[in-house]
């Protein structure tokens, strides 16, 4: 594969990769596995605005 091949498939994905993270600048995902620490989590945070 010749360096302007690769280059243009790593322009892509971080062109894609950086249009994603864009879309979802305000979502913040967070897991836990069931138990306490969920609980008290989903009960101790709310949204800021």
């Known amino acids: ?3 302007s ?3 243009g498939i790593a322009l ?3 062109s894609a990769t950086s249009f994603y ?3 979802d ?3 913040i995902r967070v897991g836990f596995n069931p138990g ?3 609980e008290q989590f ?3 945070v ?3 605005y």
Do not use: D, Q, T
Request: net charge positive; aromatic share 4%; glycine share 4%.
């Open 25 to 27: 600048a305000h979502l």
């Open 1 to 3: 594969m010749n360096k």
């Open 36 to 38: 306490p620490y969920k």
């Open 5 to 7: 091949v690769a280059r």
């Open 42 to 44: 989903e009960k101790g």
């Open 12 to 14: 892509a994905l971080l």
């Open 46 to 48: 709310a949204p800021i």
């Open 21 to 23: 993270a864009a879309a």
